[in-house]
């Protein structure tokens, strides 16, 4: 695939668009790219990853397999 063709195909399809709810749509898209993930998440998750991340640097740690093991019943099957 040359990406440069289809950047070159996507744009001249946008400038055809007239539908103000379709470019919306791309405003918003981008705008959730430009949106940081971390900014999204409650203090309490912050909280907890931030722990989980000391944890690890402390090497408290379970392995893989272990930690599916246990949480097996929850995956989807």
Do not use: C
């Not at 946008?14 to 940081?36: Q, Y």
């Not at 379970?62 to 093991?69: F, K, N, Q, T, Y």
């Amino acid at each position: 695939m040359d990406i440069q063709a289809e950047k070159l195909h996507l744009i001249k399809w946008l400038a055809d668009i007239n539908e103000p709810s379709v470019i919306k749509r791309f405003l918003d898209l981008k705008k959730a790219e430009e949106t940081d993930w971390w900014d999204t998440l409650s203090a309490d998750e912050k909280a907890d990853i931030e722990e989980g991340l000391k944890q690890a640097d402390a090497g408290e740690l379970i392995p893989h397999d272990e930690a599916m093991s246990k949480y097996d019943k929850w995956r989807s099957k």
